[in-house]
């Protein structure tokens, strides 16, 4: 079966620094999507990449797919403390999402 | 639009206890997925319901089964709970080619 591998598995970071999240898959990447989980609450899609070498942004966060590496990357630019959360990649096999295990991200001001 | 909405919010039980957890999916969307995700962890799948049926199912007991009524609302029911029932339980929606649509979560807790 298809795992996730998420790294970091935590991350803190001053306002204002950039940072990456990688998740890098067992199998080939067909398509991945990237979530935001507010603490002990429901997940919030921030978007879909469907082909390798694709690159999508939303306000300052930006995610690219490598299908070579079996990875995706998740950049944020000049973080800022509403960034923080959970950042959950996931991938749909078969009617189902299998996600990776999260990585917790902390802003401080 | 209300997107995905999910009752109750917060439930404490007993071991041995029943529960039955509640989803409403999003308007224009026909498909209920149900996921676990324990402390610290992803969620793992439960199962999915279209059209009245469990499409898919993941490696959950049959302590855990559920229901899609013909509104698309969904339930989620877990029988004999045990302590490691514990966790964020959330309700997700989709329809063909869309992404999920995730509900804020049932958080159940067994003592």
Not at chain 1, 19 to 29: A, H, W
Not at chain 2, 6 to 16: A, C, E, M, V, W
Request: glycine share 10%.
């Amino acid at each position: 079966s298809q795992e996730l591998e998420q790294s970091p598995q935590s991350l803190i970071v001053q306002e204002g620094k950039n940072l990456t999240i990688n998740c890098t898959s067992s199998k080939t990447l067909y398509g991945l999507y990237w979530y935001k989980q507010k603490y002990g609450e429901g997940l919030i899609f921030l978007m879909m990449l469907q082909k390798g070498g694709e690159e999508k942004s939303h306000e300052k966060i930006t995610a690219k797919l490598d299908e070579k590496k079996q990875q995706s990357s998740l950049h944020i630019t000049a973080s800022q403390p509403s960034h923080a959360g959970i950042y959950l990649c996931g991938v749909e096999v078969t009617y189902k999402y299998i996600f990776g295990t999260g990585t917790r991200l902390k802003v401080l001001a | 639009d209300a997107g995905v909405t999910q009752s109750p919010t917060h439930l404490i039980k007993t071991r041995g206890q029943q529960v039955t957890l509640r989803c409403s999916p999003k308007s224009g969307h026909d498909t209920v997925s149900w996921y676990q995700q324990a402390l610290g962890q992803g969620p793992q799948f439960i199962f999915q319901y279209y059209e009245e049926e469990e499409r898919q199912r993941g490696n959950f007991p049959d302590r855990f089964s559920g229901h899609q009524f013909p509104n698309y609302s969904s339930e989620l029911n877990v029988n004999a709970l045990l302590l490691g029932d514990s966790a964020l339980y959330l309700c997700a929606s989709s329809s063909y080619r869309s992404e999920a649509f995730f509900g804020q979560g049932t958080r159940l807790t067994v003592v």
